[in-house]
């Protein structure tokens, strides 16, 4: 995964995330919005709902620039992913392009357009920065790793999408954790009982 500003550009910053999924299942992926931002784990939501075709309305906390985000985007589709526009703050749009690669898979590329607005007034408006692009990256990164290495788990898909997706940045690690320390003990019972089970089996002969 690698960060910078597309061509040199001053008003956009951009990531670059491999995957191991081709161009097609990547292009899919991007269909539905709402995950893609429920990912970010700098976003605390408030609010995110429908508002027409192709059209929403989010409210969340940016705890990247600990800044309230209230606004409608707007989705434009394109053959290479989608572009998402903003109706209020300094950034304008944030696309999501797919890049195939030589070896079948793709990568993503993630661009925050912060273009429209005078050198002067983005110098003015520097705190309204989003600073979660390399964090939302990552996170992107993860999930998708595990998407593609859990979804034939029965359940899985069930529990990310209606369990995990929805909860509190926060509270995905607490729930991550206790994940954690429950397979941990269930790990240290397998133990304990094949000891048992082996000296029991002993002490019958």
């Known amino acids: 995964m ?3 500003s597309p061509q040199g550009s001053e008003d956009a910053a ?3 995330i491999e995957t191991p999924y081709n161009a ?3 292009r899919s992926f991007l269909a539905d919005v709402e995950r893609l931002y429920r990912i ?3 976003l605390v939501f ?8 192709n059209q929403y309305s989010l409210k969340a906390k940016n705890l990247s620039n ?3 985000i209230e606004t409608g985007l707007e989705v434009e589709p394109a053959d290479d992913g989608i572009t998402v526009r903003y109706s209020h703050g300094l950034r304008k749009a944030t696309a999501f392009r797919v890049e195939a690669q030589p070896g079948g898979t793709a990568k993503l590329v993630v661009t925050d357009d912060y273009s429209g607005s005078s050198l002067s007034e983005r110098e003015a408006r520097i705190d309204e920065v989003d600073k979660s692009l390399v964090q939302w990256g990552e996170n992107l990164y993860r999930y998708l790793g595990r998407w593609k290495r859990w979804s034939w788990v029965p359940g899985w898909k069930f529990y990310m999408r209606r369990v995990w997706q929805p909860m509190k940045p926060s509270a995905r690690r607490i729930a991550f954790m206790l994940i954690v320390v429950t397979v941990a ?3 240290v019972f397998l133990f304990v009982f094949t000891i048992f089970w082996l000296e029991m089996g002993r ?3």
Do not use: I, M, P, Y
């Not at 408030?46 to 075709?53: A, V």
């Open 14 to 16: 951009w990531v670059t």
């Open 185 to 187: 003990e269930f790990v």
């Open 24 to 26: 097609a299942e990547l």
């Open 203 to 205: 002490s019958l002969n």
């Open 66 to 68: 600990d800044r309230l």
């Open 2 to 4: 690698s960060e910078d």
């Open 40 to 42: 970010n784990s700098q």
């Open 46 to 53: 408030e609010e995110w709902r429908q508002t027409g075709e």
